[in-house]
Nanobody, 124 residues
């Protein structure tokens, strides 16, 4: 499956952005999906994940209550709605899909397919 993330940009602290990840080349509904981010000089970290049917969602503590992940299998798309953004949220955001269907992984190393990333910059 190929993944294409979009929707990043420059926003002031307290603002909102909505990231999109469009999938192609596979059966999208087969895949659990995740969002990760990587800031310069830091390791890639988990942000949010969603189960194949969208019934279960998972969030990093740092974004809980501010970010929301959702998907539409008919549109082969997963979104990350980001509200009340903070400068610490500045990073490249990547969507990813794992081959495993047994559970929804939260670690980057468990994901097999990655999009190219979209830059999110939050100014103070």
């Amino acid at each position: 499956v190929q993944l294409q993330a979009s929707g990043g940009g420059l926003v002031q602290a307290g603002g909102s952005l909505r990231l999109s990840c469009a999938a192609s080349g596979g059966t999208f509904s087969r895949y659990n999906m995740g969002w990760f981010r990587q800031a310069p000089g830091k390791e890639r970290e988990f942000v949010a994940a969603i189960s194949r049917n969208g019934a279960s969602t998972y969030y990093a503590d740092s974004v809980k209550g501010r970010f929301s992940i959702s998907r539409d299998n008919a549109k082969n798309t997963v979104w990350l709605q980001m509200n009340t953004l903070k400068p610490d949220d500045t990073a490249v955001y990547l969507c990813a899909a794992p081959n495993t269907i047994a559970y929804v992984p939260l670690r980057p190393r468990s994901y097999d397919y990655w999009g190219q990333g979209t830059q999110v910059t939050v100014s103070s």
